[in-house]
């Protein structure tokens, strides 16, 4: 138990959060990652079913391999690892990308553990981010930790992982409640 919470504490560390800080000459301010990337606003929840489709199409998966299994999501990451071999995972493939891989992986999370998803407009009065609410009322930041491991372009990783985040959020997440 005290090496899971330690693990889990080398990965937040390890990770950038969903506000990156920039510096001008006005001071430092943040920004969210998903500032003009998530196109279907607070209607976000409406659409994981079309992005579902959307990413196996992108992956050149079959979509039955979309089961919303946590397996599924090894799946995935084997793919993203193929295609990070290959030189495809680009800065234009994370874009098109990012949003089909959190609205998946939150669908697996709520069909495994429960929940809905919680649309939260970020202080920039514009970003809607796509948290999940469980049923102790909490908020699971897993689109987060999934676009850190999905887009680790600024880490020391050299392919995506979206497993070891998604795991890193559901252990501990799930223990606190």
């Known amino acids: 138990m005290k090496y899971r919470f330690l693990y889990t504490l080398a ?3 390890l990770f950038s959060c969903a506000k990156q800080k920039e510096m001008h000459e006005y001071g430092t301010y943040s920004h969210n990652v998903l500032k003009g990337k998530n196109i279907y606003g607070e209607n976000f929840p409406k659409h994981t079913k079309e992005l579902r489709r959307q990413l196996a199409e992108n992956l050149n998966m079959d979509i039955d391999i979309f089961d ?3 397996n599924s999501l090894y799946a995935i990451d084997n793919r993203l690892i193929t295609l990070a071999e290959e030189n495809k995972v680009t800065d ?3 874009e098109k990308n990012v949003l089909a ?3 998946y992986s939150g669908d697996v999370y709520i069909k495994k553990h429960g929940g809905k ?3 939260i407009l ?3 009065g514009e970003t809607w981010q796509p ?3 469980t049923s102790f009322w909490k908020n699971s930041d897993l689109w987060i930790w999934i676009y850190s491991g999905f887009d680790n372009r600024n880490s020391d990783y050299i392919y995506p ?3 070891s985040c998604y795991f890193a959020v559901t252990d501990n997440f799930l223990k606190s409640d």
């Open 101 to 103: 891989v959190i609205a």
């Open 92 to 94: 234009k493939f994370i």
């Open 122 to 124: 970020d202080e920039d």
């Open 161 to 163: 992982n979206i497993t």
């Open 131 to 133: 948290y999940i609410k």
């Open 68 to 70: 919303y299994s946590e």
């Open 11 to 13: 990965l937040v560390l």
């Open 117 to 119: 998803w919680n649309m």
